[in-house]
């Protein structure tokens, strides 16, 4: 088992670009999700998923977009970076998830991250 | 919506001492998860324990257990026997309608 992988690990992108960052897990988990970590602020959920064809916003989804057509992969867009976008990236995955809204339940399993940078 | 507050962002133990990382939460909910994530250096998130909230016993895994304190909405987590590879930034996160995260703390383990 590979677990979740994501890729790149480190990008730099100019204001107006646009780029994929790409996860994708083996375990067969439906519950996907993206989030974002900043200096001195935990990690906040961006996108998430409770299956293909499934997806929804999370605390900050604005300049984002996600989609899911398959178990395995959970792709985020960034259509026009913003410095604002600058972050740490992360993708993770987990059995399960709660019958209300955007959470899992059980152990999620966290990608290595992608280093983004907005200039 | 749910917030998480850890008001610790750094702490420091000597090796084979006991540190105790505080976290609350506030959330109207009465079904939802606790957990403790670990992040050291390489970035990588780890979990390191979990706790249910209609669970009364503490959760425990080796050396690490948690003093969940349901009423107070309280959720420590305590590192008994610290080693070096412990440190890293922990943090606690709550997940109920949603999933919300603390800001961390920052653990370093002196030799």
């Known amino acids: 088992n590979a677990g979740v992988t994501q890729t790149p690990k480190f990008q730099v992108l100019k204001t107006g670009q646009s780029m994929t960052l790409q996860c994708a897990q083996d375990?067969?988990?439906?519950?996907m999700s993206w989030y974002r970590q900043d200096p001195g602020m935990g990690l906040r959920l961006i996108h998430y998923?409770?299956?293909?064809?499934?997806?929804d916003q999370g605390e900050v989804p604005n300049g984002y977009n996600v989609s899911r057509s398959t178990t395995e992969d959970f792709p985020l867009r960034l259509l026009s970076a913003a410095p604002s976008q600058t972050s740490v990236y992360f993708c993770?995955?987990?059995?399960?998830?709660?019958?209300?809204?955007?959470?899992?339940?059980?152990?999620?399993?966290f990608g290595p991250g992608t280093r983004l940078t907005v200039l | 919506a749910q917030t998480v507050t850890q008001s610790q962002p750094e702490m420091s133990v000597q090796e084979a001492e006991t540190v105790t990382l505080s976290c609350t939460y506030d959330?109207?909910?009465?079904?939802?998860?606790l957990f403790w994530y670990k992040q050291p250096p390489s970035r990588q998130m780890i979990l390191v324990i979990r706790q249910e909230a209609y669970k009364q016993q503490n959760a425990t895994e080796n050396r690490f257990s948690v003093n969940f304190q349901k009423a107070a909405k309280s959720f420590s987590l305590k590192i008994s026997d610290s080693q070096l590879g412990d440190t890293a930034m922990y943090f606690c996160a709550f997940t109920g309608n949603d999933m919300r995260f603390g800001a961390g703390t920052r653990l370093t383990v002196k030799p």
């Open positions: 959330t109207s909910e009465s079904n939802y998860y």
């Open positions: 993770a995955s987990s059995y399960s998830y709660g019958l209300a809204g955007a959470s899992s339940t059980d152990t999620q399993y």
């Open positions: 998923s409770v299956g293909a064809g499934i997806t």
């Open positions: 375990m067969n988990h439906e519950y």
